[in-house]
């Protein structure tokens, strides 16, 4: 299991990792797997990935749920929002191609927009979920 979720990631961050507009918009190397405490806004993290069993009579299967979240700082929420839908539209129902495993389909299924808080930074979720047979 743990190879798919990393060869999904993988495919999905070289997607973003390669569009020349998203780059340009948000800067070079600026897409973690992780939190980072001190970069510069805007940038972008994986988060929140769960796996649910998708297996059918007929092959074994995989329910991918998991989070992009777009940060900036207080004033950045149109450009928050701008990147998430790029974002969106860079990855919403597109045939990535996996190392291991078949992606079925990928969508978008939800966002949320909100303010953190004391800090007031921007934060912007995208929730995605992708089948994949093994």
């Known amino acids: 299991m743990k190879s798919v979720v990393n060869n999904l990631q993988k495919a999905v961050f070289k997607v973003l990792n390669s569009d020349t507009d998203l780059i340009s918009e948000m800067g070079a190397e600026k897409i973690f797997d992780h939190q980072i405490a001190k970069v510069n806004f805007p940038y972008a993290v994986f988060a929140n990935w769960r796996i649910n069993d998708w297996s059918t009579d007929e092959c074994e299967g995989e329910e991918h749920l998991f ?68």
Do not use: Y
């Open 67 to 134: 989070e992009i979240h777009i940060w900036g700082q207080k004033s950045g929420r149109k450009q928050v929002q701008s990147i998430a839908s790029s974002i969106k539209t860079l990855l919403h129902d597109q045939p990535l191609v996996l190392d291991a495993g078949h992606l079925v389909n990928l969508r978008h299924q939800n966002t949320f927009i909100n303010t953190q808080g004391r800090t007031r930074l921007q934060q912007t979720r995208l929730i995605f979920r992708a089948t994949v047979e093994l």
